[in-house]
């Protein structure tokens, strides 16, 4: 009963040990049988020849599993099986016997230009580790499971930078970032690349972003927007701070009775804390030869 061809079976070879030493002994006793008839004679020649040209045939039928290896069995046309198992076996010599790795591959894409979610041209690449989990959806249901997971891996790269922004805060429309949220966009992907991989039997182990960067045109501006940002960033925290230590000391003042401040003192001495806080240039001193309403 033939066997579905994209749902892997596994085949039960038989061991190669018997045939080697069984081969070789019919062929030299149907010489001998020959020998014992006491002179050429052709029915026992003919017999003979007949024998040694189907232990030559059955010679085709010998093959060997290697450690993460398989074997996929067609018979006529038809698929057979699939033997797994590391040994050394022999089954039909008509079978054709192809060879499928069943070890991890990597993928390293190259550096893909796409456009992100907000249209920022940017170069994205990843490594994608797989192996083969169904060896007959590998072997008969695509033309070559290697090209196939070469071309999808790349689409599903174009698909995952177009769905998100490149950095946070770029769009309310996807809060996940291809930077900032990277764990999320690498389960993203791989889920993307099973779903696509399931027609040809592979599995994907790993997925892992290798490069991320602004496209070379639009990197400059982009650098400098990222530093504008991040110096308002650090501006905001150093008000709040100086706000908060400005506070700390008038409080201070007013309990300890240091000094007696009306809102004309309180409101210089409050710039010149901001001012000495906030500024980037070291203070410079100034000296006041008057009072400070004159």
Known sequence: MATNPSSEASFSAQSAWPYVFALPAAVIAAWTWVGTRGGPQPVPIVSAALITLVCVVCLGGFFIVTPNHSRVLVLFGRYRGTVRAPGFYWTNPFTSKRVLSLRAHN??????????????????GAVIVWRVRDTAQAIFDVEDHEKYVDVQVETAIREIAKAHPYDDGQTDANPIS???????????????LQARLQRAGVEVLEARISHLAY??????AMLQRQQATAIIAARQKIVEGAVSIVEQALADLGQKRVIELDDERKATLVGNLLVVLCGQASPQPVINTGGLYS
């Open 178 to 192: 291809l930077r900032g949220d990277t764990s999320a966009v690498v389960e993203e992907l791989a889920n993307e």
């Open 107 to 124: 993928v390293a894409s190259e550096k893909i230009k796409v456009n992100d979610l907000i249209g920022n041209p940017i170069e994205i």
């Open 215 to 220: 496209a070379p045109e639009i990197a400059s």
